[in-house]
């Protein structure tokens, strides 16, 4: 267990070495946060989709899902409602290896991430061509909880956390950007933690 103390330190090395943001406060527990209920994951029905602005769309089951190369990569996560969680130990399928099999169209600029029960968000292609960007299935080692998005979650450590989409089945390429599910709700289009990009109506302090 940390005392109060140890996770004060943490959080003032954490804000010198320049990974704590503006506003943002270090969590040694890890919070659940979502909207709507857990959904129920069901091997047999579960999908996983690419489709848009794509030469190759994509359908693969849970087995051929779980057959793609491995990746593993450690890093910081910041939601929005101002709390951060460091080095964590994910482990799943790069995105880049998926963007080599579905091969985005020249006019791809955007990806509306599609989760269970009709929750989306917006990326920019560019921010998910990264090698810290995964679709992942394991968190410090372990398999996901369902609460924290079993079986399958994208991960985005630059950008406030509502767009590391939970219980993710898909992914659509497009030409232009969309909101999402927060972002419809006020949430910033883009949501740079390091920018407190946190509603729309916010300026950036850049
Ligand atoms: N499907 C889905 N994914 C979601 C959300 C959501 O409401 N639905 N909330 C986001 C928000 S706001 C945060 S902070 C993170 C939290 O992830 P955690 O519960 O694993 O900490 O999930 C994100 N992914
Ligand atoms: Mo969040």
Not at 72 to 100: I, K, M, P, Y
Not at 119 to 132: E, G, H, M, Q
Request: hydrophobic share 35%.
């Amino acid at each position: 267990m940390f005392s109060g103390d140890e996770r004060k330190r943490k959080e003032q090395q954490m804000l010198q070495a320049g990974r704590l943001p503006a506003g943002q406060s270090l969590t040694l527990k890890w919070p659940v946060l979502h909207y709507g209920s857990v959904p129920k994951f069901d091997p047999a029905k579960w999908d996983f989709r690419v489709w848009g602005l794509v030469e190759q769309p994509l359908r693969l089951t849970w087995g051929e899902f779980a057959e793609l190369p491995q990746a593993r990569n450690t890093s910081d996560f910041h939601c929005v409602t101002r709390w951060s969680r460091f080095d964590n130990q994910w482990q799943g399928v790069a995105f880049r290896e998926l963007l080599t099999r579905v091969k985005p169209k020249a006019e791809a600029t955007h990806v509306l991430l599609h989760a269970e029960q009709g929750f989306t968000a917006n990326v920019p292609l560019a921010d998910l061509d990264r090698d810290d960007v995964l679709l992942a299935t394991h968190h410090d080692g372990q398999p996901l909880t369902a609460d924290h998005g079993y079986p399958l979650r994208l991960i985005v450590p630059h950008l406030y956390a509502w767009k590391s989409v939970k219980w993710l089945r898909g992914l659509e390429f497009l030409n232009h950007d969309v909101p999402g599910f927060w972002e419809q709700n006020g949430y910033h289009m883009y949501g740079d933690p390091f920018r407190e990009q946190r509603f729309s109506s916010s300026t950036s302090r850049a």
